[in-house]
Nanobody, 127 residues
Framework: QVQLVESGGGSVQAGGSLRLSCAASVYVYSHYLMAWFRQAPGKEREGVAAINRGGIISYADSVKGRFTFSRDNAKHTLYLQMNSLKPEDTSTYYC?????????????????????WGQGTQVTVSS
């Protein structure tokens, strides 16, 4: 069964922190690539961070140094620790997985390459 369930969203003031969680079913947790995306109203979905099966993590430039992607293999859970939050981080955050390695030339932050998505969790950062 394919299941990705995000939690941990909420409302914080600028400079605050939140930790998002994504509980994954065993099936999707074995996928090659797992990522966090976000989408604000009227904007395209953008990649935030991704981890591949080898444990290599990639971050969007806009969140480097502020966000940390981690995982707990025993719990089949992904985490996104978000510190020093800014109003422009306000979005719905999604976790997503891709079963196979990316094609040559493809990028981890292109949402079209992902097979499965969670329902999203809202993050609102006020100034």
């Amino acid at each position: 069964q394919v299941q990705l369930v995000e939690s941990g969203g909420g409302s914080v003031q600028a400079g605050g922190s939140l930790r998002l969680s994504c509980a994954a079913s065993v099936y999707v947790y074995s996928h090659y690539l797992m990522a966090w995306f976000r989408q604000a109203p009227g904007k395209e979905r953008e990649g935030v961070a991704a981890i591949n099966r080898g444990g290599i993590i990639s971050y969007a430039d806009s969140v480097k140094g502020r966000f940390t992607f981690s995982r707990d293999n025993a719990k089949h859970t992904l985490y996104l620790q978000m510190n020093s939050l800014k109003p422009e981080d306000t979005s719905t955050y999604y976790c997503a997985t891709r079963r196979l390695p990316l094609p040559i030339g493809a990028t981890w932050y292109d949402p079209h390459h992902y097979n499965y998505w969670g329902q999203g969790t809202q993050v609102t950062v006020s100034s």
